[in-house]
């Protein structure tokens, strides 16, 4: 073996612990005191799941606090804000920007990530010039996959196209959109659609991101999906419109998503930060996050992703998935300890089949994109917020975290 890692707790079946073998990157053997040879690490008995997938981060525009305002705090500030910030984006300064958070991204135990970059005539393609090259230089580390995406309209924005083929054409495995803010939302989807088709690329859009229900467009992708035979392939991002609705009507919108294949990324800490912003005298203010974990109950597949790290949409960020786990779990009320589990999933396994990733799991075969945690369940490490003491990729190690360590006087 290449390494083992003795005393592990693999999530699954953390009620016993095991040992787990690694040779050529991938899961080679996984049972109690393995009889092999390699280079060895004592996890203690330390939960050990699936490396943290994060569906849906901004790397072009993370890290800009510097050079915007956020004093309304609403999204037209945070887009008008970022498209500004943007005009000035030159490659090298969103790969430093980028790889900045990447790397918070990496220490925090994320192994695959897709990352959402805006094309667009004011910015070109100076952000993606900026991520592309971070796909070599960080795969020792983290897959990381390109949706490139209009943030200031398709349809109304003329010469953006041009610029998504171009992205698609140069390697971009999805495409995205923010169909709220085009002139003419319906017709952006069935653009996107049709240039997902002919580029054999999946979807995952910004949808339906504002305080009331009205003029929802959830209908018109999960239309679109069956049409097309892209269940699976489809994913939303925010649908906060959904937060107001009654039950009946949230659990319409759930068979929806799930009979087409549709899933949803819950972005918790943009959607409190964005949302409520109509509460102009009370603090009683609305929340705006999806119950993610209800929808689980009817089928659909569902994410928790970071969204902005340090940018008007989101002031906040430290990339920890266990972090947007915890905040989600606060937020929406969840306290059953099978809906606490499903937290975790939905920063690891979930995700990670929202992005097709054949050989990411617990198993014999797979890839060793492994993290360890400093705890003996995922419900309790959503709970306690545990920290990541150890990150692997393909069976190397590419993290490591020492516990806090209390000094008692004598
Ligand atoms: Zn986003």
Same mark, same amino acid.
């Given at each position: ?11 699954? @079946? ?16 996984? $049972? ?5 040879? #390699? ?18 981060? &901004? ?22 804000? @970022? ?11 969103? &790969?430093?920007?980028? /790889? ?29 010039? $900026? ?13 990381? =996959?390109?949706?490139?995406?209009? =943030?200031? $309209? +398709? ?20 495409? !995205? ?9 319906? #017709? ?21 991101? !504002?305080? %009331? ?5 959830l209908d018109?992708?999960c239309?679109?999906? =069956?049409?097309? &035979? ?12 959904a937060?107001?609705l009654?039950p009946p009507a949230l659990d319409a919108v759930a068979k929806r998503l799930a009979e087409s294949g549709v ?12 949302? !409520?912003?109509?509460? %102009? ?10 119950? @993610?974990?209800k929808l689980l109950h009817h089928g659909v *597949? ?8 340090? *940018? ?17 779990? *606060? ?13 975790? @999933? ?20 797979? /890839? ?6 400093? /705890? +003996? /369940? ?31 006087? &004598?």
């Open positions: 073996m290449d390494l083992i890692l003795r005393n592990a707790r693999p999530i699954g @079946a953390e009620q016993e612990v095991t040992d787990i073998g690694i040779a050529g990157g991938k899961i080679a053997a996984i $049972g109690a005191k393995l009889s092999a040879e #390699g280079e060895t690490i004592d996890l203690g008995g330390r939960l050990v799941s699936p490396g943290f997938v994060e569906t849906h981060i &901004h790397l072009d525009k993370s890290c800009i606090l510097d050079r915007v305002k956020s004093e309304k705090g609403d999204l037209d500030e945070a887009i008008a804000e @970022a498209a500004k910030a943007k005009r000035g984006f030159t490659p090298d300064d969103v &790969h430093a920007r980028a /790889s900045r958070t990447l790397e918070k991204a990496i220490l925090q135990g994320t192994t695959h990530m897709r990352t959402h970059l805006e094309v667009d005539p004011g910015v070109g393609l100076r952000s993606l010039e $900026g991520v592309l090259p971070l796909l070599k230089e960080y795969a020792w580390a983290i897959d990381l =996959q390109i949706c490139v995406f209009p =943030q200031e $309209g +398709l349809l109304n924005n003329p010469g953006t196209d041009e610029l998504l083929v171009e992205g698609l054409k140069r390697g971009c495995r999805a495409i !995205g959109g923010a169909p709220y803010v085009d002139s003419n939302p319906n #017709g952006q989807i069935d653009r996107i659609f049709e240039l997902a088709r002919e580029y054999d690329v999946d979807i995952d859009f910004h949808l339906d991101f !504002g305080p %009331t229900a009205e003029g929802m467009t018109h992708v239309k679109r999906t =069956q049409e097309f &035979h892209y269940g699976g392939r489809v994913a939303i991002g925010h649908v906060t419109k937060t107001s009654a899933a949803l990324t819950v972005l918790p800490s943009t959607d409190l930060y964005l949302m !409520g912003r109509n509460h %102009t005298h009370d603090f009683n203010v609305t929340r705006g996050v999806v119950p @993610a974990h *597949n569902c994410s928790l992703s970071s969204n902005n790290i340090l *940018n008007p949409f989101t002031p906040f960020g430290d990339c920890s998935q266990m972090r947007m786990a915890n905040l989600y779990a *606060n937020v929406c009320h969840v306290g059953k300890q099978a809906d606490m589990r499903e937290c975790f @999933a939905m920063v690891t396994r979930r995700p990670a089949q929202m992005m097709r990733l054949a050989d990411y799991g617990l198993a014999i075969g797979k /890839s060793a994109d492994l993290v360890v945690l400093d /705890s +003996l /369940s995922p419900e309790m490490a959503v709970a306690e917020l545990t920290p990541v003491l150890y990150a692997f990729k393909r069976g190397r190690k590419t993290v490591s975290r020492q516990p806090a360590t209390l000094h008692r006087p &004598h």
